[in-house]
């Protein structure tokens, strides 16, 4: 079975520019969470969409949004990007079922650098 | 609120050496507990989990874990490192927030360099 990909790898942005990354979980699974890594702030939760729906947000500011499509593929945005948004974004999918936590895999990551 | 500190920043050993990492972690309910290591550039690979039973669990690439509920701690072993596992560890517990949403939280990590 495929593992979580995530296009691009890398990418070079200049600061107000916005960004879209996505995300393609593993196959049957139905949620997607994404995730911030970053030298001084280490890993921070962003959200976790399941069946197209958000149900979870980290404190995040606004111009962090996402979405999901019906095959479970998820995309996030970055608006009005800022240096300190440079980071390594990463996802994760579950199959999100109920009925305990579920194990999260996550993708190779996007390499986001603001300039 | 939930939280996991790993106390060693970065821990050298040399090759053929035995390796604990340590965990420990905050967390009114029953924890769910997970060890993940990074490579340079790569995202994180699963070593381990800890639900419920069995307090020692198995991992991938020979690692064990231990979850000790008095002590608060889910600390990772391993008898005989290898140069390939040179990488970063990190410890983590699954939160529910509500209506089945979840999220991870991560420790800071931990840096592991072996000497040949």
């Known amino acids: 079975k495929a593992g979580v990909t995530q296009t691009p790898r890398y990418l070079i942005k200049t600061r107000g520019q916005q960004v879209t990354l996505s995300c393609s979980p593993i196959?049957?699974?139905?949620?997607v969470s994404w995730y911030q890594q970053t030298p001084g702030q280490g890993l921070q939760f962003l959200f976790e969409?399941?069946?197209?729906?958000?149900?979870n947000k980290g404190n995040f500011p606004g111009r962090f949004s996402g979405r999901q499509f019906s095959n479970s593929r998820s995309e996030m945005n970055v608006s009005t990007l800022e240096l300190g948004d440079s980071a390594l974004y990463l996802c994760?999918?579950?199959?999100?079922?109920?009925?305990?936590?579920?194990?999260?895999?996550f993708g190779p990551g996007t390499r986001l650098l603001v300039l | 609120a939930q939280s996991v500190t790993q106390p060693d920043i970065h821990i050298t050993v040399s090759e053929g050496a035995s390796l604990e990492l340590r965990c420990n972690y905050s967390y009114g309910a029953t924890p769910y507990l997970f060890w993940y290591v990074q490579s340079p550039g790569q995202g994180l690979q699963l070593l381990l989990k800890y639900f419920s039973g069995d307090t020692l669990v198995q991992g991938i690439k020979g690692f064990e874990a231990e979850f000790k509920r008095s002590q608060s701690s889910f600390n990772l072993r391993k008898p005989s490192v290898h140069w390939s596992d040179a990488a970063e560890y990190f410890c983590a517990v699954g939160v529910f927030i509500i209506q089945g949403a979840q999220k991870l939280v991560f420790g800071q990590g931990t840096r592991l360099t072996i000497n040949p």
């Open positions: 994760a999918s579950s199959t999100g079922l109920a009925g305990g936590f579920k194990t999260q895999y």
């Open positions: 196959s049957g699974h139905r949620s």
């Open positions: 969409y399941f069946s197209e729906t958000q149900r």
